[in-house]
């Protein structure tokens, strides 16, 4: 783009001379601001809440700031019902998840996009359709599925089906069909194996997508609450999001404070995420949108 | 057929563990749905085939109205406070001249954060010592009991999904935005078009298409809703917030009717059935990926 005409927007040069398109204009920003602050506000007073004493975060009118600060809570929230075990738990599901959709769905959607498939177009069908298929819809045959393969309280539960995915699937398919056929040919004559072109030239240019996949991944497995909560029956086989749902929010014998320390615990990881991998979560989103 | 076998065989077996998964963790269920949806599920006494049973159960009940009813009231509350939100912020900010990235990312944040983090921060945004009652207080108001009265449980609902998901919607109208040639509007300007003509006539039609996905994606989304009401209010008070996906879950984990609730996942695919299939075809290319 041209940066000329890419230095105007619908407003031109011209209308920030108006003083009513300016007035407006201001006015909008300042909207713009107010929401910015309404969407820090959560954050900012979960993390000050999680520095108060006890009886500060109940305290009418709120209060903003806490006296003192009580990096103890953090200690204590550490402590509390051993979040390090839950942690664990995440932590292998979320690692599971992404090495059998990584190599799983990868496969397919080089098969997919370079390999000879017999009916192709029906394998795509059949992966295709599930979309039409609104999830909660099958929740409970998808419960009485994994008990009757004897799948419940096994991690299994969370990794297989994770591959089960034909967003992503069309999301590494689409993507892989933008490498040309040359390097796959090219690297057959020299005697490379299948396995090789997708391993050795399929993955390592498509490194991006693969990170969007990841981090996709990763935020459906961290988020995830309700339907672990489901499959493990038993409560130490828990991710951390099951975990802090039955055992910290309800909770009365727990103080806030401590309750939101433990908020602000589980919060670290995704935004830690999204600064380190920000252009690749955009990417992902949008990736029809640019294009189309 | 050697033949064939030579020429295929990588392509399929790189295919094969795919088929295994989608096969065993998605046809299966769906299509166990269906049958289940037909039986009495017991596994202690085995499965009984009841005809329509299910169904005549499900739809005597005097709660499915009411959780029918708490849905869509719940769809049309995410369409008037929810919907518009992403699009007005959308061309803003794609108006910024200075720190645009810097306040698409900060309008983002709320995204990131996981169900669990959003329902103990907004529990206590709105105790009846939180920081809106707080406001409210401030301003010489009454206090509102936002989570324990039938009238406000549901909106309240809302307005924190508004604040976590609004960041989502938001990106992708940017993103369309941008595609839409500059040139466009310096034609109309010189012709003479307004600041809100262009909007009207440029902006908006150039993300009609992503509009009209997304007003879609967010009936089908909303239409299943449970979660927060789940977590936020248990379906309470007094039945305020049971929407039709939270009865599901009931049926099947509290009462053990694996069957009627499975008749009711197959009523609530035969309605959404139409709207995904609209929604498929609309999509063609794949617009929207998440």
């Known amino acids: ?292 | 057929m050697a033949k064939w076998i030579k020429k295929y065989r990588w392509g399929l077996l790189f295919l094969l563990p795919e088929i295994a998964v989608f096969l065993l963790f998605l046809w299966v269920p769906i299509v166990r749905g269906i049958v289940y949806s037909f039986e009495k599920v017991d596994f202690v006494a085995g499965i009984q085939f009841v005809g329509l049973d299910n169904y005549r159960d499900i739809l005597s009940r005097s709660e499915i109205l009411q959780s029918v009813r708490n849905s869509l009231y719940y769809m049309v509350l995410c369409v008037l406070i929810g919907f518009w939100v992403p699009c007005l912020f959308a061309v803003i900010v794609s108006e910024l001249r200075r720190f645009q990235g810097f306040a698409r990312s900060l309008l983002y944040f709320p995204t990131l954060v996981p169900s669990v983090a959003l329902y103990g921060m907004w529990l206590w945004f709105y105790d009846s010592v939180g920081p809106f009652n707080s406001f409210l207080a401030s301003l010489g108001l009454d206090k509102i009991p936002f989570l324990t009265d039938t009238h406000w449980a549901m909106p309240s609902i809302v307005l924190m999904e508004t604040w976590q998901q609004f960041g989502g919607a938001f990106i992708i109208y940017i993103a369309g935005m941008a595609g839409i040639p500059r040139d466009l509007y310096e034609a109309a300007e010189i012709d003479g078009a307004g600041v809100w003509q262009r909007i009207r006539h440029i902006t908006l039609p150039g993300i009609r298409h992503l509009l009209v996905l997304m007003f879609i994606m967010q009936l089908i989304a909303t239409s299943q809703a449970y979660q927060s009401q789940q977590a936020i209010t248990d379906g309470g008070p007094v039945n305020a917030t049971l929407t039709y996906g939270l009865m599901i879950i009931r049926e099947a984990f509290t009462n053990l009717n694996y069957g009627t609730a499975s008749a009711m996942g197959v009523l609530m695919l035969i309605v959404l059935g139409g709207l995904s299939v609209l929604y498929m075809r609309l999509d063609k290319d794949g617009v929207i990926s998440r």
């Open chain 1, 1 to 292: 783009m041209k940066k000329s005409i890419a230095e105007r927007g619908i407003l031109s040069p011209y209308d920030y001379k108006k003083p009513t398109v300016l007035a407006v204009y201001a006015l909008l920003i300042l909207l713009v601001v107010i929401a910015a602050l309404f969407t820090l506000y959560p954050y900012t007073v979960t993390i000050l809440n999680s520095l108060k004493a006890r009886e500060e975060v109940f305290v009418f009118p709120v209060q903003y700031w806490p006296h003192h600060l009580k990096w103890h809570n953090y200690a204590e929230a550490w402590k509390f019902l051993q979040l390090w075990h839950y942690l664990k738990n995440t932590i292998f599901i979320v690692a599971g998840n992404m090495a059998f959709s990584l190599v799983i769905i990868g496969l397919a959607a080089f098969s997919l996009a370079h390999l000879e498939v017999p009916k192709r177009r029906w394998f795509t069908m059949f992966f295709m359709l599930t979309l039409l298929i609104p999830p909660s819809t099958y929740i409970i045959p998808n419960f009485l599925n994994l008990k009757s393969l004897g799948l419940l309280n096994t991690f299994w539960a969370f990794w297989l089906p994770s591959a089960a995915n034909a967003f992503n699937l069309l999301l590494i398919r689409s993507f892989f069909g933008t490498i040309h056929k040359e390097l796959f040919e090219s690297a057959r004559l020299d005697g490379a194996s299948e396995l090789r072109c997708f391993f050795r030239i399929a993955v390592p240019l498509s490194v991006p997508v693969l990170i969007t996949l990841l981090i996709f991944t990763f935020s459906s497995s961290w988020n995830d609450w309700f339907w672990p909560s489901l499959i493990m029956q038993k409560e130490n086989m828990y991710p951390l999001a099951s975990a802090v749902y039955k055992y910290v929010i309800p909770s009365r014998s727990i103080d806030w404070n401590v309750k939101f320390a433990v908020l602000v615990l589980l919060l670290i990881p995704p935004v830690l995420f999204f600064v380190f991998f920000q252009k690749y979560i955009v990417r992902g989103m949008n990736l029809g949108a640019v294009k189309g």
